[in-house]
C-alpha cells in the first residue's frame, strides 16, 4: 500500500514538473515566425503581416486542386479564398469567384496589402479565379495544379489580372 502512494505521488510530481515546464518553453519569435514562413511560401515577409492569416495560408499550400471542393483534401480556388477566410476572419464570403468581388472594396494593384483578394478574368468577359496577395508581389490560389504561389508579374497572371480588393 505504501509503494502505490509512493508512486502515485511521484507520479503526481512528475507530472507538476512537466505541466511547468511546458508553460516556460520559448515562443518561436517573430523574427523566426517570419523567416520560417518567408522560406516555406517563398514570398519576402516584412514581419507586418497577420501571422494567423500567413499560418493558415501556408498550412493549405499543396492541396489538390478539385472544382467545387472546399478543403484540403480538395479545393478550387474560390473554395480556397472562402475557407481561409472562414478560419482566419470568420467571415463568410461568397462561394463564386465571380460573387467574391461583391465581398470586397475594390483598391488598386498598387494598393495592395496581405489578404486582400485578387481577381482575373482567365476565360472570357467574366470573373473566373480568385487568390489572396500576401507581399512581394506574390499571391496564393489554388490552381490546376493545387494550392501554389506566384507572381503577378507572370505573363499569363499579368494579362489575367481584373481587380483588386479589400474584404469589406
Same mark, same amino acid.
Given at each position: 500500500?505504501?509503494?502505490?502512494?509512493?508512486?502515485?505521488?511521484?507520479?503526481?510530481?512528475?507530472?507538476?514538473?512537466?505541466?511547468?515546464?511546458?508553460?516556460?518553453?520559448?515562443?518561436?519569435?517573430?523574427?523566426?515566425?517570419?523567416?520560417? +514562413?518567408?522560406?516555406?511560401?517563398?514570398?519576402?515577409?516584412?514581419?507586418?503581416?497577420?501571422?494567423?492569416? $500567413?499560418?493558415?495560408?501556408?498550412?493549405?499550400?499543396?492541396?489538390?486542386?478539385? +472544382?467545387?471542393?472546399?478543403?484540403?483534401?480538395?479545393?478550387?480556388?474560390?473554395?480556397? %479564398?472562402?475557407?481561409? +477566410?472562414?478560419?482566419?476572419?470568420?467571415?463568410?464570403?461568397?462561394?463564386?469567384?465571380?460573387?467574391? $468581388?461583391?465581398?470586397?472594396?475594390? $483598391?488598386?494593384?498598387?494598393?495592395?496589402?496581405?489578404?486582400?483578394?485578387?481577381?482575373?478574368?482567365?476565360?472570357?468577359?467574366?470573373?473566373?479565379?480568385?487568390?489572396?496577395?500576401?507581399?512581394?508581389?506574390?499571391?496564393?490560389?489554388?490552381?490546376?495544379?493545387?494550392?501554389?504561389?506566384?507572381?503577378?508579374?507572370?505573363? +499569363?497572371?499579368?494579362?489575367?489580372?481584373?481587380?483588386?480588393?479589400? %474584404?469589406?
Amino acid at each position: 500500500m505504501k509503494t502505490k502512494k509512493s508512486i502515485l505521488y511521484l507520479l503526481a510530481i512528475s507530472f507538476t514538473i512537466s505541466l511547468a515546464s511546458c508553460g516556460s518553453t520559448k515562443k518561436q519569435s517573430n523574427k523566426d515566425f517570419y523567416s520560417y +514562413y518567408s522560406k516555406e511560401l517563398g514570398v519576402n515577409l516584412t514581419g507586418k503581416e497577420d501571422k494567423e492569416l $500567413i499560418r493558415v495560408m501556408a498550412a493549405w499550400k499543396g492541396s489538390p486542386y478539385k +472544382y467545387g471542393g472546399t478543403s484540403k483534401s480538395g479545393t478550387d480556388c474560390s473554395g480556397f %479564398v472562402g475557407s481561409v +477566410y472562414s478560419e482566419v476572419y470568420d467571415k463568410k464570403l461568397h462561394r463564386t469567384s465571380r460573387d467574391m $468581388i461583391k465581398d470586397v472594396r475594390k $483598391i488598386s494593384k498598387k494598393s495592395l496589402d496581405t489578404g486582400d483578394l485578387i481577381f482575373f478574368k482567365t476565360s472570357g468577359r467574366k470573373i473566373s479565379h480568385v487568390g489572396i496577395y500576401i507581399n512581394d508581389n506574390k499571391f496564393i490560389h489554388a490552381a490546376s495544379k493545387g494550392v501554389v504561389v506566384n507572381d503577378l508579374d507572370q505573363s +499569363y497572371y499579368k494579362k489575367a489580372y481584373y481587380k483588386s480588393g479589400k %474584404v469589406k
